[in-house]
């Protein structure tokens, strides 16, 4: 997730928006949105716009899959946003794939290959 929550207001607005959008996500019934974990929300300071990070089961082709059903159901998700957060402005959500997730596996891979095999029997 990049950018840094600016103040302890918007931090818990950020959570707030994340914990909303993560339990709607169950109810939505498009089938290409598989196993979805919500990973942060990162929204403008005027309330406006928000990036939602997530990160799905599967490679690169299936996470923009994803992606794009995540998308085509934002607006619901901001309507579910409206009825359950009382904020002046609803953002606007925009899904983007939390590389953060994927770089930490990827160097989880790395260190695990660091150690020889047979230190690992010991």
Do not use: W
Not at 13 to 40: C, K, M, Q, W
Not at 71 to 80: G, I, K, R, S, Y
């Amino acid at each position: 997730m990049s950018g840094p929550a600016r103040t302890p207001r918007m931090r818990k607005v950020n959570e707030l928006l994340r914990e909303v959008i993560a339990d709607e996500l169950h109810d939505l019934a498009d089938p290409r949105i598989g196993f979805v974990t919500i990973t942060g929300v990162d929204t403008s300071p005027d309330l406006r716009n928000a990036r939602v990070y997530f990160s799905a089961l599967g490679d690169a082709d299936a996470a923009e899959e994803t992606r794009k059903a995540l998308q085509h159901a934002a607006p619901h998700l901001q309507e579910a946003l409206g009825r359950q957060v009382r904020i002046k402005y609803i953002p606007k959500l925009r899904f983007v794939v939390d590389e953060a997730v994927e770089r930490g596996m990827r160097m989880e891979e790395l260190l695990r290959n660091i150690v020889p095999h047979d230190e690992e029997e010991e």
